[in-house]
């Protein structure tokens, strides 16, 4: 495996189930992140993990919690989620520090009933 | 007002085509500007990236900055189908590059 993937691709769950998403970066980097897009809105940064350490909660409701056990791998808990919820859920990577890109995974297709 | 703005399209343009696609800013504190390539059903991939004003090229794509006027743009020169994806703009200010502002996207079509 290469890059930064993500598992599960595709979810349906109901508003009273609990789901974790996965990321995994092949890519040797210390910082991840986890985004949400939904239609016709620009990517929203949720949540920002630098060697471990979370650096940044953007305001996100306590429904999502994020877990980072070490820098390859990143999780994302779901619970008790909104219809609004439905998002593609990106995970992303990069070395940290100042002026470094961020590589995306091919994003979570969360549906919510 | 939105900090980055993206007209959402869709663009439709024929094969070999030179497109522009564009975005504005109100945040003069940002100094990083990227392009990044989504193709259905994919994550985004970075295209080009840019550190303050002016020019980057790479091979068929072309990167301008303008932070007077707070615009930036990206030309692709000899469309090709395999262009056709949502183009997204972002950028971020120095000493917060973690915290990219995306614009909402362009979406592309490149017809035979």
């Known amino acids: 495996e290469t890059g930064v993937t993500q598992t599960p691709r595709h979810l349906v769950m109901g508003m009273t189930n609990k789901k974790s998403l996965k990321c995994e970066q092949h890519?040797?980097?210390?910082?991840m992140y986890w985004y949400k897009q939904s239609a016709k809105k620009p990517l929203e940064l949720m949540f920002v993990?630098?060697?471990?350490?979370?650096?940044e909660n953007n305001s996100v409701p306590s429904r999502f919690s994020p877990e980072c056990p070490n820098s390859s791998h990143l999780f994302l808990h779901l619970h008790t989620l909104q219809p609004e919820d439905s998002a593609l859920y990106l995970c992303?990577?990069?070395?940290?520090?100042?002026?470094?890109?961020?590589?995306f995974g091919p994003g979570t297709r969360l549906l919510v009933l | 007002q939105k900090e980055v703005e993206q007209d959402p399209g869709p663009l439709s343009v024929p094969e070999g085509a030179i497109v522009s696609l564009n975005c504005t800013y109100s945040?003069?504190?940002?100094?990083?500007f990227m392009w990044y390539r989504q193709y259905s059903r994919k994550g985004p991939e970075l295209l080009m990236y840019t550190y303050s004003s002016g020019n980057k090229e790479d091979g068929r794509f072309t990167a301008q900055v303008d932070k007077s006027s707070k615009y930036i743009s990206l030309f692709i020169r000899d469309s090709q189908p395999s262009d056709s994806a949502t183009y997204l703009c972002?950028?971020?200010?120095?000493?917060?590059?973690?915290?990219?502002?995306f614009g909402t996207g362009t979406r592309l079509q490149v017809f035979p």
């Open positions: 890519l040797g980097h210390n910082a």
């Open positions: 945040n003069s504190a940002f100094q990083y």
């Open positions: 993990y630098n060697f471990k350490e979370q650096t």
């Open positions: 992303a990577s990069s070395r940290g520090g100042d002026q470094e890109t961020q590589y």
């Open positions: 972002a950028m971020s200010a120095k000493g917060n590059t973690d915290k990219l502002i």
